[in-house]
């Protein structure tokens, strides 16, 4: 009997398909149930793992064993001319089609039951940040405003959903330098990806009058794009068309679809727009594929692919050295490669500024790569001034550039302007509402104030869009509401990307002496930042110094801060220059520590910052 056959008799083909199919329907059940109970991340990935080690077993398990009317024994035990095998083998089919039937009845409830359920509650969430952004006033839609949602790839090779995305982003990007139409954000539009049914609430949520959608089917060097354009108040179709061409032909296709688009709401096109509204920056077709893939990667914040970004970006600047939107991306990679990944500090400055130069001489009218070199100034002395120029140039070119206002706004607030840097982060979500990280740091700031009320919905949508890091806040609220196991499993979960380089042991001790810990437990906790400090690591990431702070070793996170953090240390400072800061800017080394930083020479040019007074002998007192 040959090895196929043996596997067929002893029932583990059948045994592989069950398992299969009951292992997707758990994983299934899993995804939707545990994010209602406020489960960590962490408890549905382990029961993929638990599920994906298991399925060996049960294949060894129906090797040895058969399943007979007098219940389990061993193969070897089980003659072989019995019927014993076919009978085992209809029940194992019977067996196989009800959990198929089950699967099938769970995928239907899914879809048209808990999916309208879930994409309701994305729409109310979004509404209300949308809200709340602009002060709780609800102005009267304009009709000349729209929301370009990502255009569904069609393809057969599923890994051309960025360019499908590219297509509808190019169009958005060209419709937003229109005069007088409103353009719903990119990453807000995005957020209903998949969810296009109902277009009269997502019109609602995002404040527009109409929706664009479409689809892009690309075959070899064929593509067809389609789009359509809905009044969101009715759902009439007012304008639809296929267009097909090759992909030397999508910067056109773009432009005709843009155009279009512009005719029916009767825009009016000032310059050069009424000859072109796109520009792609370049007319080479495999550049520009590189560039969205690269800009792909950049936008998800793929950490993991970072690296790739650059080289994809760097083979478009050799097939188009004048692609000056190439080298603006790649200055933005560079400016935040080092908080993906670590080790990509040194050169980061020389980096950004050659690459944002550079981008600048081939279109001076990019605000990236003036945000980039900002972004790469050095965190203390002349780089704060020269940070904050850099900023100023950028919103100048483009006011509503989300990543510009985003990052100044950041840079406001740790440099002590936390009133202007707040205004510049509110104003980003006013254009684009659904930013997880925004709505993130915005939660952090009304939780460095002491508001829990303004702070949470922030942060349980921006966890609920992916963003883990929001757990390390939302666990401090959890633990101020008395839910301190509770506190400790999302802060862990929350601070797991930071915490990887620890020991299990110190992961614990911290978040033990962080979350309600007693002085023994705070006192472990700084003993085991300090033994992670002793191993020399090339990168320390500015929450080491927020933990210390908070831990009660205010001075030593200080000089932590100032002499080994070399990026992201916007979590420290937004917190020295708050309420929760007042025992630090107590502290006798506040002084030193702000002169070392260079603040005062910022704060002369700039003013005082909110917290602090110019005294009569020219020294600042931070109240």
Not at 561 to 574: G, L, P
Request: glycine content about 8%.
């Amino acid at each position: 009997m040959s090895f196929l056959a043996e596997l067929r008799r002893r029932n583990v083909i059948r045994m592989a398909g069950l398992y299969l199919v009951g292992a997707w329907l758990v994983t299934q059940v899993a995804a939707t149930v545990l994010p209602l109970f406020g489960a960590p991340g962490w408890m549905a990935r382990s029961v993929v793992v638990v599920l994906a080690i298991g399925f060996l077993p049960a294949l060894v398990f129906a090797w040895v064993f058969e399943l007979t009317p007098e219940g389990l024994k061993r193969d070897a035990e089980v003659p072989a001319a019995a019927s014993i095998a076919p009978q085992t083998a209809r029940r194992m089919d019977r067996a196989i089609i009800v959990v198929l039937l089950l699967a099938l009845g769970f995928f239907a409830f899914d879809r048209f039951v808990l999916a309208p359920r879930r994409d309701a509650a994305l729409v109310a969430a979004t509404t209300q940040t949308v809200q709340a952004s602009a002060g709780n006033r609800r102005p009267a839609t304009s009709e000349k405003s729209i929301a370009v949602l990502p255009f569904v790839n069609m393809s057969a090779d599923k890994d051309n959903e960025y360019f499908s995305d590219g297509i509808a982003e190019e169009i958005l990007n060209a419709l937003a330098q229109v005069k007088d139409l409103k353009v719903a954000g990119r990453t807000s539009s995005f957020r209903f990806k998949g969810r296009s049914g109902d277009l009269k609430a997502i019109g609602a949520a995002l404040g527009v009058a109409h929706v664009l959608e479409g689809s892009v089917r690309k075959q070899g060097d064929k593509v067809r794009i389609t789009a359509q354009l809905i009044r969101v108040q009715d759902g009439y179709h007012q304008w639809s068309e296929a267009y097909d061409g090759n992909l030397q032909d999508v910067f056109a296709l773009q432009e005709r679809i843009a155009q279009a688009i512009a005719a029916k709401l009767k825009l009016t096109l000032s310059g050069d727009q009424v000859r072109r509204l796109v520009d792609a920056g370049t007319q080479d077709q495999q550049a520009y594929d590189l560039y969205l893939q690269a800009s792909s990667i950049f936008d998800r914040r793929d950490g993991a692919r970072m690296l790739d970004a650059v080289k994809l970006l760097e083979r478009a600047i050799a097939l188009d050295p004048g692609y000056a939107r190439a080298y603006s991306r790649l200055s933005a990679v560079h400016a935040i490669l080092p908080t993906y990944v670590p080790g990509h500090y040194a050169d980061r400055e020389k980096q950004v500024r050659a690459n944002a130069r550079r981008a600048i001489e081939l279109d001076p009218r990019l605000a990236e790569p003036w945000a980039a070199m900002a972004m790469a100034a050095p965190l203390s002395g002349d780089g704060l001034i020269e940070s904050r120029e850099y900023f100023e140039k950028a919103l100048r070119l483009d006011p509503d550039d989300i990543t510009s206002n985003f990052w100044f706004g950041l840079t406001l607030v740790r440099s002590g302007y936390k009133r202007a840097g707040v205004a510049r982060i509110d104003h980003a979500l006013a254009v684009d509402p659904l930013v997880p990280n925004v709505m993130r740091w915005r939660g952090v700031l009304y939780l460095r104030d002491g508001d829990i009320d303004d702070a949470t919905p922030l942060l349980e949508r921006a966890w609920s869009a992916g963003l883990r890091l929001a757990g390390r806040e939302l666990g401090e609220i959890a633990f101020r509401r008395g839910e301190r196991e509770r506190a400790k499993r999302i802060w862990v979960d929350g601070s797991d990307p930071m915490l990887g380089q620890l020991r299990p042991v110190s992961r614990q001790a911290l978040a033990d002496g962080l979350i309600g810990g007693d002085a023994a437990a705070r006192k472990h906790a700084v003993a085991a930042i300090e033994a992670y400090l002793r191993s020399d690591p090339e990168f320390v990431p500015g929450m080491m110094s927020l933990w210390l702070a908070q831990l009660g070793a205010g001075a030593q996170a200080m000089e932590l801060e100032r002499t080994r953090v070399k990026v992201d240390n916007t979590d420290f400072m937004a917190y020295l220059f708050s309420p929760a800061g007042k025992s630090l800017r107590a502290l006798p080394e506040f002084p030193a520590y702000i002169q070392a930083k260079g603040f005062p020479a910022l704060w002369d040019k700039y003013g005082p910052p909110d917290m602090c007074m110019k005294s009569a002998s020219g020294d600042y007192a931070c109240r």
